[in-house]
């Protein structure tokens, strides 16, 4: 079963150009985590120096800042694909938000999201799930489908009865520790589940992985209801 109080704290990094906004995102890190969720710790540093840490697995990046872009995200998932990233920028850019998501990121908020919302996504993030404005999903899907990508068409690879079980809870929109739950396993034992399946899908986050299951129609053959629930494309905590 998941594990029992609070994991270990999760170490991460901030790259943020303006002390004062530096300020207000540290003010998310000094609630004190709720039962069941681990503590989140700020780290601080020039960006290098964080992407060389290799205790660090999440990063909040600020896109308010003129020192940040785009540019700057795709510079982090080359140097660091395992990094999960929550990103802070304009709000109002549609094209803006789909980008990053596509860059990697895990998470979106505009600048007025206030300290507890941004707490919140960070800690869907850590639990495996994405935080993305729910009005753009069909148009990000619609994207992500016409890519040219091939790896979203190759032949489909062998998963193990395990991985078709996490990829179908996956599919129905469940958390690592909900499928950890119903599954009877550690929540490590699922995101270690989930790794494999984006190793052998090639896919960077769960929308890529779900639509490559969709594609490869890796689920063929299986019972849509295995669980008590339809099947459906979905995308862990999206909020709008």
Known sequence: ???????????????VGE?????????VFEEISGLGHAALVPVFGAMDELL???????????????????????????????????????????????????AGARAYLDSTAGPQLVRNAIEVVTEGSIWAPRRLLSKLIDRLLKSPDTSLTTASPHLT??????LELIL?????????????????????????????????????????????????GRTPAEHGKEKRLALPNVHN
Not at 1 to 15: A, C, F, S, T
């Open 172 to 220: 129905m929109a469940q958390s690592n520790r909900e499928i950890a739950d119903q599954l009877g396993i550690e929540e490590r034992t699922v995101k270690a589940h989930v790794g494999s399946l984006m190793r052998k899908t090639g896919a960077d986050n769960r929308i890529g992985l779900s639509l490559r299951a969709l594609n490869q129609s890796l689920m063929a």
């Open 52 to 102: 060389s840490s290799l205790e660090l697995g999440y990063m909040v990046v600020d896109l308010n800042s003129e020192s940040t872009d785009l540019g700057t995200l795709e510079e982090i998932r080359r140097k660091r694909p395992d990094l999960r990233l929550v990103v802070i920028g304009p709000a109002g850019n549609d094209e803006l938000v789909m980008d990053s998501i596509i």
């Open 1 to 15: 079963m998941g594990q029992i109080g609070n994991p270990e704290p999760v170490r991460i990094g901030l790259v």
């Open 19 to 27: 002390p004062i906004r530096m300020e207000g995102i540290t003010s």
């Open 161 to 166: 009865e395990r991985e078709l079980q996490v």
